[in-house]
């Protein structure tokens, strides 16, 4: 970073991350994990580097609390969210509300 003259980046989960996981209960484990481990590679470097929360959309208030719990607790700057949430056994569930996500937290 230092050679290129960049300060400060911020981490996010790669595309589809959490977005690509169609069982709610397997998805939104996985972005506590991500989330957790996310914020110990950073912890010891935040002047250097932020972190995006990984969120599963499958539920909006489930999302919003890990949301608040990524940007109280962990410090995180925000959530990075991809434009759709696999759901269903087929992937045919639905797509939940996101702005409920951001009116709940």
């Given amino acids: 970073m230092d050679a290129t003259g960049i300060n400060f980046m911020v981490l996010s989960c790669a595309s589809p991350c959490i977005q690509g996981i169609s069982d ?14 996310l914020a110990a590679q950073i912890q010891n470097s935040t002047d250097r580097f932020g972190a995006f929360a990984a ?40 797509i939940q509300d996101f702005g409920l996500v951001y009116r709940n937290a």
């Fill in 24 to 37: 709610p209960n397997a998805a939104e484990e996985m972005a506590i994990n991500v989330n957790n481990q």
């Fill in 55 to 94: 969120l599963s959309m499958h539920n909006a208030s489930t999302a919003a609390a890990e949301l608040k719990r990524t940007v109280i607790d962990l410090g995180f700057l925000g959530a990075l969210v991809n434009d759709y949430q696999q759901s269903g056994a087929d992937n045919g569930g639905g």
